[in-house]
């Protein structure tokens, strides 16, 4: 028998963490290896399948932070520790982790982009040496939006820089504005060229943020962004996820921003 | 070797194998077509040497056979998914040049890209001999010339249809105990060497010219000219795209099958996702995104153009929107961008 590649396998969900209304962290039972960044297909038999990124990996799970939009991820939302999911992949590139070994790595997220950086980024904390300094900039919408309660006090009682940010809103401690207003307070003259900038967030966010980033005097070449691209396949077949030559689902969906900024579709 | 056979040697030949094989080949469906009194001409099981439609082209590709509009890939139930079964007898599959060199694009998608092979379309292909069926000349809307598909030595067998009989070039040998005792000749088959229409498929140098072409006001005329409905894709020898959707069996819904449905990405809502984003929202941005599919992107990945000239897609384009005519006006906007950037 031909292996096929888009067979789901079942998996039992061990655990479910509620993070926001809307945004709810399923961990599933699984000895599959995804690189940080990489994501899965997840699936329900009669519904359908959604790509999910891989936000965090343990001994015998993986975990997968998800947002309620639609058909497959509300039902999904219906389900207990106990019951089943299926899954398959891991699919696509994920962050070029080598990449940030010994530089300045800044993170920027928008929302839930947060999800398909906090694997890599708990590899930077428990590795505090890997890297020489961690700079992170993680902005919600509003209070009811923000997802990781924990990692983020975490991070920022830890090594990291942080800067936490409502778009509008107030909130104790944290900063109020998008995104792209805190590009400016990243110390990038320190940095001496050896850096390393991981954006991830909606489109218009990626997209803002990669313009002042570079107006700031910022490296194209060492800029780096996650793509969200409709999908069906996840393996090059089905046609959804491509812009011009590319296939986000195969190529991406991280991609250096030389070639991030030309994937206008 | 070659030979000649009566239509009715042919037929006897044709029963012969239909014992072990499965035979597709165009065939007419009368009144099926598109206005009134027309027929249509698509893929189908055939039994008899007169049921295959050699004069004129299909109306729809060789790919339907191997790459149905619409098949199961997996039997589910709560707890388990399940393959589906594929196809079990070897095929014979008539068809034109065009459409035998549409399944090496189809192949490089479905076999080779990111490593990934196509359960569906592997174990279908494993199946498929080829009978190149001699292409008479075309119409008016081929261009395989200009795409360099007019030719393949990718057959078992080749025919050329006659009133009185059936030329026979057998090119494996395997399939030469059929014809034993059939008079020998020595044909070979010819191929198109030259079409009515021809293309010019633009260079596009670099992602500079890329943004800009895709920027050009050449594709506004199709916001209002394209109605999105799709039928280029379908037709198209070479489009593999598609969707996939469960549907329940109505009396259990704890059981049924996942599908796989041919999309189109001329229709809106083919790239849309969460946030209420989405790409290409015009019938213009939807239009140049398979144009440069077909005349360009493809080519970039994987080395050759996409399309097979069958002219398919214009022929079926409600709004009569010749495809040849668009690569013209893509090559000339090419060219005036590549002017404007000095390259
Ligand atoms: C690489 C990648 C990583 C992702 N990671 C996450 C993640 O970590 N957490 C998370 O919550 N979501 C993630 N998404 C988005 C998630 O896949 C979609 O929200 C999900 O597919 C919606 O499915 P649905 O059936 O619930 O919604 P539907 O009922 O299908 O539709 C709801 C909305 O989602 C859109 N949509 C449908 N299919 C997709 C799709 N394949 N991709 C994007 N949007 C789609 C629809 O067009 C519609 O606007 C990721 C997407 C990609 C491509
Ligand atoms: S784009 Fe048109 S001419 Fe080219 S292969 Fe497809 S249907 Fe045929
Ligand atoms: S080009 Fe013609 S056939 Fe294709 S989607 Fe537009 S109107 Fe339909
Ligand atoms: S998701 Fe199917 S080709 Fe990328």
């Known amino acids: 028998m031909m292996n096929n590649p888009v067979?789901?396998?079942?998996?039992?969900?061990?655990?479910?963490?509620?993070?926001?209304?809307?945004?709810?962290?399923?961990?599933?039972?699984?000895?599959?290896?995804?690189?940080?960044?990489?994501?899965?297909?997840?699936?329900?038999?009669?519904?359908?399948?959604?790509?999910?990124?891989?936000?965090?990996?343990?001994?015998?799970?993986?975990?997968?932070?998800?947002?309620?939009?639609?058909?497959?991820?509300?039902?999904?939302?219906?389900?207990?520790?106990?019951?089943?999911?299926?899954?398959?992949?891991?699919?696509?590139?994920?962050?070029?982790?080598?990449?940030?070994?010994?530089?300045h790595v800044v993170v920027i997220t928008g929302g839930t982009g947060l999800?398909?950086?906090?694997?890599?980024?708990?590899?930077?904390?428990?590795?505090?040496?890997?890297?020489?300094?961690?700079?992170?900039?993680?902005?919600?919408?509003?209070?009811?939006?923000?997802?990781?309660?924990?990692?983020?006090?975490?991070?920022?009682?830890?090594?990291?820089?942080?800067?936490?940010?409502?778009?509008?809103?107030?909130?104790e401690g944290w900063r109020t504005g998008l995104v792209t207003t805190f590009v400016k307070e990243i110390p990038w003259k320190e940095f001496d060229g050896n850096y390393a900038v991981v954006v991830v967030g909606p489109p218009p966010?990626?997209?803002?943020?990669?313009?002042?980033?570079?107006?700031?005097?910022?490296?194209?070449?060492?800029?780096?962004?996650?793509?969200?691209?409709?999908?069906?396949?996840?393996?090059?077949?089905?046609?959804?996820?491509?812009?011009?030559?590319?296939?986000?689902?195969?190529?991406?969906?991280?991609?250096?921003?030389?070639?991030?900024?030309?994937l206008v579709d | 070797m070659s030979y000649f056979v009566t239509t009715e040697q042919a037929n006897q030949v044709l029963s012969k194998l239909l014992e072990t094989y499965d035979v597709y080949a165009p065939k007419r469906f009368p009144k099926q077509g598109r206005f009134s009194d027309t027929d249509i001409i698509r893929y189908a099981k055939v039994e008899k040497v007169d049921d295959?439609?050699?004069?004129?082209?299909?109306?729809?590709?060789a790919k339907e056979v191997i790459n149905p509009i619409q098949q199961a890939i997996f039997y589910f139930t709560e707890d388990e998914f399940r393959a589906s079964k594929g196809h079990t007898r070897p095929i014979?599959?008539?068809?034109?040049?065009?459409?035998?060199?549409?399944?090496?694009?189809?192949?490089?998608?479905?076999?080779?890209?990111?490593?990934?092979?196509?359960?569906?379309?592997?174990?279908?292909?494993?199946?498929?001999?080829?009978?190149?069926?001699?292409?008479?000349?075309?119409?008016?809307?081929?261009?395989c010339c200009s795409m360099?598909?007019?030719?393949?030595?990718?057959?078992?067998?080749?025919?050329?249809?006659?009133?009185?009989?059936?030329?026979?070039?057998?090119?494996?040998?395997?399939?030469?105990?059929?014809?034993?005792?059939?008079?020998?000749?020595?044909?070979?088959?010819?191929?198109?060497?030259?079409?009515?229409?021809?293309?010019?498929v633009p260079e596009i140098p670099d992602k500079d010219v890329l943004l800009a072409l895709k920027n050009h006001?050449?594709?506004?005329?199709?916001?209002?000219?394209?109605?999105?409905?799709?039928?280029c894709t379908i037709a198209c020898s070479t489009c593999t795209c598609f969707t996939t959707r469960d549907i329940v069996y109505g009396q259990n819904p704890e059981v049924g099958e996942r599908h796989r449905i041919a999309a189109s990405c001329q229709i809106d809502g083919f790239s849309d996702i969460a946030g209420g984003f989405g790409y290409r929202k015009t019938a213009g941005d939807r239009m140049r995104y398979k144009v440069l599919h077909k005349f360009h992107d493809y080519k970039v990945r994987f080395g050759e153009d996409m399309c097979v000239g069958c002219g398919r897609c214009t022929s079926r384009c409600p709004a009569y929107i010749p495809i040849t005519a668009t690569v013209g006006k893509m090559a000339a906007a090419a060219e005036e961008i590549k002017k404007e950037q000095g390259k």
């Open chain 2, 217 to 231: 006001p050449m594709w506004r005329e199709f916001d209002k000219r394209c109605v999105s409905c799709g039928a």
């Open chain 2, 148 to 200: 360099g598909t007019n030719k393949t030595d990718n057959y078992v067998m080749a025919v050329r249809f006659g009133e009185d009989g059936l030329k026979v070039e057998v090119k494996d040998d395997k399939f030469a105990p059929y014809f034993e005792g059939a008079a020998a000749d020595d044909f070979t088959p010819k191929f198109v060497e030259e079409n009515q229409t021809k293309v010019t």
């Open chain 1, 115 to 171: 999800a398909p950086v906090r694997m890599m980024l708990d590899k930077l904390y428990e590795e505090p040496d890997y890297c020489k300094s961690v700079h992170l900039i993680s902005g919600f919408k509003n209070e009811e939006g923000i997802v990781f309660h924990d990692d983020l006090a975490k991070w920022e009682a830890g090594s990291f820089e942080t800067i936490y940010a409502l778009d509008r809103d107030e909130k």
């Open chain 1, 7 to 103: 067979m789901p396998i079942p998996c039992e969900i061990l655990k479910i963490t509620h993070e926001s209304d809307l945004e709810w962290n399923f961990r599933v039972k699984t000895d599959v290896k995804p690189a940080p960044g990489q994501f899965m297909q997840l699936s329900i038999p009669m519904v359908g399948e959604a790509p999910i990124s891989v936000c965090g990996a343990g001994d015998g799970y993986l975990e997968f932070l998800i947002r309620s939009v639609g058909k497959v991820t509300n039902v999904i939302f219906e389900k207990k520790p106990g019951d089943t999911l299926f899954l398959r992949g891991p699919y696509g590139k994920g962050w070029p982790v080598e990449e940030l070994k010994d530089k």
């Open chain 2, 92 to 143: 014979l599959l008539f068809a034109r040049p065009c459409d035998i060199n549409a399944q090496k694009v189809q192949a490089r998608i479905f076999m080779d890209n990111g490593g990934y092979q196509d359960l569906y379309y592997a174990r279908m292909r494993e199946l498929i001999n080829f009978v190149l069926m001699e292409c008479p000349g075309g119409d008016d809307t081929c261009f």
């Open chain 1, 205 to 262: 966010m990626m997209k803002f943020t990669g313009l002042e980033l570079v107006k700031n005097g910022v490296e194209e070449e060492k800029i780096w962004m996650s793509f969200e691209r409709k999908m069906s396949c996840a393996v090059g077949k089905c046609g959804h996820c491509r812009i011009d030559e590319v296939y986000v689902c195969l190529d991406g969906p991280v991609f250096n921003y030389t070639k991030a900024k030309y």
């Open chain 2, 52 to 61: 295959i439609v050699y004069d004129e082209k299909s109306d729809f590709p």
